[in-house]
């Protein structure tokens, strides 16, 4: 559900939505979900925002539905592996 949510969320906000991918992976083991977003190259900066803004609400959105349940959002640009 998160993941379907984070990638909604930033499929609106780039360029090239269809590079766009959320994969979901357990994090610290099983203390939390990592949610790990990758986009086109050109997509970076726009998701990541003025001094971080974007990603840092995007943090506090999916933070919010996640309720009391741990959750981690990292973003990658598609070159990196």
Do not use: C, Q
């Not at 969320?9 to 790990?36: F, M, Q, T, Y």
């Amino acid at each position: 559900m998160l993941a379907e949510a984070l990638e909604h969320l930033v499929k609106g906000i780039v360029d090239h939505p269809d590079d766009v991918s959320v994969r979901s992976k357990n994090w610290r083991r099983g203390e939390g979900e990592l949610l790990e977003v990758r986009v086109h190259p050109e997509d970076l900066g726009r998701v990541i925002g003025r001094s971080g803004r974007t990603a840092r609400s995007l943090r506090t959105v999916i933070g919010a539905l996640a309720g009391d349940a741990a959750v981690r959002v990292d973003v990658v640009d598609v070159d990196r592996r």
